[in-house]
């Protein structure tokens, strides 16, 4: 489950025990996040499982995206994941938290049709004039063999700032060997688009999906964790300002 973004996305897998994730049996939810999603989450959920001919006990893991994003959505995510996990089956049902950056760049792999082995930058808008940013290495299978090498860890950096940053990656010709994924693009379009690598950009946002096709490779490297463990992932701590920095801000602005 991820709703990091506007976007709720669900969706249930049943391996048949082969260990390729392509060949897997998935079916998906698509639906708005925010308070929409809180409410009508669960019964999407309950309906993916009875409609593949489970329950909920029959469940060996649960994936979330754990953020960055949107802190209500990462909220309701981890909550959910944890509730369903403690309370289906005694002792509970392995949680297993993916950042939703990774999912980012993974979903945009999964949209092309020649996937590489090579580096992703993920960056999603993250509101407040800034972005959320990550750089990952991937290996040439569309489902990673193991867990893809995080070579940015998530940051928040300004449009201008990511220019900046983008020039110090790839081969030295301004970007041109970085592939980037995410919708900042096209909110802040009129700052980015003129950079050379944004020429390589996928639109993407983090799915249901590419957080399956990525729960192998974290579950191996020892990253699921008991559903009393789960937390979500926040880059920024502080979303609001006081009153007396709101009052700053407006005399600064104001030229005074």
């Not at 390729?20 to 308070?35: H, K, L, M």
């Not at 990462?74 to 944890?82: E, F, G, I, S, W």
């Not at 996937?115 to 940013?133: K, N, Q």
Request: charged share 15%.
């Amino acid at each position: 489950m991820d709703t990091s973004t506007e976007r709720l996305s669900l969706a249930l897998a049943v391996a048949d025990g082969s260990p390729d994730v392509a060949r897997w049996a998935i079916s998906t939810f698509e639906g708005d996040s925010g308070a929409k999603a809180s409410a009508g989450m669960l019964d999407a959920i309950a309906g993916l499982v009875r409609d593949a001919g489970l329950t909920l006990r029959d469940l060996d893991a649960i994936v979330f995206g754990q953020g960055p994003g949107a802190f209500t959505g990462l909220r309701t995510a981890c909550a959910v994941a944890q509730g369903l996990a403690i309370s289906v089956r005694p002792g509970g049902i392995p949680v297993i938290p993916v950042n939703s950056l990774l999912a980012t760049a993974q979903a945009a792999r999964m949209q092309q049709q020649t996937v590489r082995s090579e580096p992703w930058v993920a960056c999603l808008d993250a509101r407040m004039g800034e972005i959320y940013v990550a750089r990952y290495a991937f290996g040439d299978a569309v489902t990673p063999t193991t867990m893809p090498i995080e070579l940015q860890p998530p940051c928040l950096l300004t449009p201008q700032a990511l220019i900046d940053w983008l020039d110090t990656q790839g081969d030295g010709h301004m970007g041109a060997a970085v592939r980037i994924a995410g919708n900042a693009l096209t909110v802040y379009r009129d700052t980015l688009a003129d950079h050379p690598a944004c020429a390589n950009w996928e639109a993407a946002l983090p799915s249901a999906r590419a957080l399956l096709h990525l729960a192998p490779s974290v579950w191996q490297a020892g990253q699921a964790v008991p559903a009393a463990d789960a937390r979500p992932l926040y880059v920024r701590d502080k979303v609001a300002q006081t009153t007396a920095e709101r009052l700053v801000t407006k005399a600064a602005n104001a030229g005074l």
